[in-house]
């Protein structure tokens, strides 16, 4: 099994800056896609950004198109989200996702961090 660890969140003022990282252990593979999600109170968990392992490609949400950028770092089994621009309606639990494909539909990763709570006030 993959076993996916998000750190970084925290509080911060509205137009500001945050960047989440996500670190992957156990069971690689050959290619695989990584992913964030968020799910505010009382809302449905929606895909935020996700990046291809091996080609590099990525698929960003229009909702944070141009403020928020996914991206690898050298380890290579380690994801980052650049918030940038922050507003209220971004407040969230983060949660990180793995899957052993690309792309990926929807929700259907095959692993899930626990989350991480990022808090923009106004």
């Known amino acids: 099994q993959v076993q996916l660890v998000e750190s970084g969140g925290g509080l911060v003022q509205a137009g500001g800056s945050l960047r989440l990282s996500c670190s992957a252990s156990?069971?690689?593979?050959?290619?695989?896609?990584m992913g964030w999600f968020r799910q505010a109170p009382g809302k449905e968990r929606e895909f935020v950004a996700a990046?291809?392992?091996?080609?590099?490609?990525?698929s960003v949400a229009d909702s944070v198109k141009g403020r928020f950028t996914i991206s690898r770092v050298s380890a290579k089994r380690t994801v980052d989200l650049q918030m940038n621009s922050l507003k209220p309606e971004d407040t969230a639990v983060y949660y990180c996702?793995?899957?052993?494909?690309?792309?990926?539909?929807?929700?259907?990763?095959?692993?899930w961090g626990q989350g991480t709570q990022v808090t923009v006030s106004s």
């Open positions: 990046i291809s392992w091996t080609g590099g490609s990525t």
């Open positions: 156990g069971r690689t593979f050959s290619s695989y896609t």
């Open positions: 996702a793995a899957d052993p494909k690309w792309p990926v539909r929807g929700n259907e990763y095959d692993y």
